[in-house]
């Protein structure tokens, strides 16, 4: 049976309130005078990943815990406006929100409101065990409760995928995304071993493909047990923000992995596409396409003839 969807994403759906501010940490004041402007748009890390495989072609379907509220309605107007399917299962807590703190350099600190979940917060598992089976790949964000539908997805068959983030390599709220998926996503901003990491998740999971980021330094791709750093990507235009470059990353790795790419080529497609979203306001959204990143990935400008 053909798959309806080629990417189920599950959780990371939210809302984010922008503050630029004028360095980080911010400077203990009174008050501060911001420009441009203090702006709250949808768009987290389920978001964003969703975002970016959809502009790529890849039919994507995001599943997630949404309020009825001002911020739901913002994350539900953000899927229909790009054509995105959303299942949105009952929030009593309320849409995840939180508050981006961005410096001038475009690093960013976030700030999450913990109360917009409970402990017994679950996804449904029928609808879970639904969707996954109507998908070809299902990409898990570490927000709560995802962790609960992996063993549902693992049942059906579907390769998952997820991004660790800023992990420490030893809080073991990661560990259960760590070791139930194929494909494994993290920065290495907070490890002091990035390989030793990596080579522990392909020991102790299921993943034969780790990727660690590292900024401007580029990526580390741990394939078949080999080792590979991937350069970063020139941006297109000047650095404005950090924040999405992972989850472009991410995405745009899953395209080329979804299509049969090496696992190389892959990386370097996720460059680029991280190289893009640092270029991005934090204020809006805007995902690369696949003109756009097969121009990346080749050096040659959108539109100009030749192929990869």
Known sequence: MTAETDVLVLGGAGVDTIVHVPELPVPLADSHMIRPGIVTRAGQSGDFFALGTSALGLRTHHLDLIGDDH?????????????????????????????????????????????????????PEETVRGLAAASRHAHVVITQPCDRALPVLRETGVTISTDLHDWDGAN?????????????????????????????????????????????????????????????????????????????????????????????????????????????????????????????VTGRAPGTAGGA
């Open 71 to 123: 911020e739901g309605d913002l994350v539900r107007a953000l899927h229909r406006d790009h054509g995105i399917a959303l299942t949105a299962v009952p929030q009593p807590c309320g849409t995840k929100r939180a508050v981006n703190l961005v410096g001038p350099d475009g690093r960013r600190l976030s700030l999450y409101d913990a109360t917009r979940w409970a402990e017994t917060d679950r996804l």
């Open 172 to 296: 073991p709220y990661h560990e259960p995304f760590a070791l139930a998926a194929d494909l494994v996503f993290l920065s290495a901003a907070a490890l002091p071993d990035p390989e030793a990491t990596m080579r522990r998740i392909t020991a102790r999971g299921r993943a034969r493909i780790v990727v660690a980021t590292a900024g401007a330094e580029g990526a580390y791709l741990l394939a078949d047990g080999e080792l590979t750093h991937v350069p970063a990507a020139e941006p297109p235009a000047p650095v404005v923000d950090s924040n999405g470059a992972g989850d472009a990353f991410a995405a745009a790795f899953v395209h080329g992995w979804l299509g049969g790419e090496p696992a190389v080529h892959c990386a370097r497609l996720g460059a680029v596409a991280g190289a893009h979203a640092c270029t991005v306001p934090s204020t809006r959204v805007a995902a690369i396409g696949p003109e756009a990143l097969r121009a990346g």
